[in-house]
């Protein structure tokens, strides 16, 4: 089964308004960490926002947020105010296990996004 | 703070000649990760380092790759022989305990 499922491959946002990349994810595992990032056309990979397991609050950073429900496992990105320059590959990704085990991340397949002026 | 660095940026080369892939993580950061990117595959972890001792390598496609950290700063990933299927964007990261990994900017391979 795949640990993480992003069911949006492209999505189209106009500029200024909110959008929600979907995630789902697969884990049996208590402890575990959520990510997303980003992929400009130009290729590099750039972190975005975390979300712990644990973490009773949903994150935030800046324009960026996560909705984040453990038991439906979904970890959905929400970027509000969209800007032409959030056009870009998004990735989200899993690193399973408690401090000390396992390090890497699975990532999803990506939700391409388009910010229409 | 200067991030994730990767060289080259670009490698175009020939079928059956050896590749070598460099990466220098950000400082103080004690784990590094060989990520390769293909369209078919999506981004695959290769190989992972904890204090430049590789911690799981179940990610290398076979034996002609291989990867090592000689130490903290600086880290390698060969090919050879490199094949056309090996073509791929390859990206290394790092990070601290229980922190996010951060990327470098990946090398772009075309195998001929």
């Known amino acids: 089964a795949q640990k993480i499922t992003q069911t949006q491959p492209g999505m189209f946002v106009q500029e200024k308004e909110a959008v929600t990349l979907d995630c789902t994810y697969d884990?049996?595992?208590?402890?575990?960490?959520l990510f997303w990032y980003k992929q400009p056309s130009s290729g590099e990979m750039i972190f975005l926002i975390y979300q712990g397991s644990y973490d009773e609050q949903n994150a935030t950073e800046g324009r960026y947020s996560l909705n984040f429900q453990k038991a439906r496992k979904s970890a959905n990105l929400v970027i509000s105010a969209s800007q032409l320059g959030d056009s870009a590959m998004y990735f989200c990704a899993m690193r399973e296990g408690p401090s000390g085990s396992a390090r890497q991340l699975t990532f999803g397949s990506g939700t391409q996004l388009t910010v229409l002026p | 703070d200067a991030g994730v660095i990767q060289s080259p940026r670009h490698e175009v080369t020939e079928m059956g000649q050896e590749v070598t892939l460099r990466c220098k993580p950000i400082?103080?950061?004690?784990?590094l990760f060989w990520y390769r990117q293909t369209m078919m595959r999506g981004l695959e972890l290769l190989i992972y380092f904890n204090n430049n001792v590789p911690i799981d390598d179940s990610g290398m496609p076979e034996d002609r790759f291989s990867a090592k950290m000689p130490n903290a700063s600086f880290s390698t990933l060969k090919i050879q022989p490199s094949e056309p299927r090996d073509s791929a964007v390859y990206f290394c990261?790092?990070?601290?305990?229980?922190?996010?990994?951060?990327f470098g900017d990946g090398t772009r391979l075309s195998i001929l």
């Open positions: 400082s103080g950061h004690d784990y």
């Open positions: 884990t049996s595992d208590q402890s575990y960490g």
């Open positions: 990261a790092s990070s601290q305990m229980n922190q996010p990994q951060h």
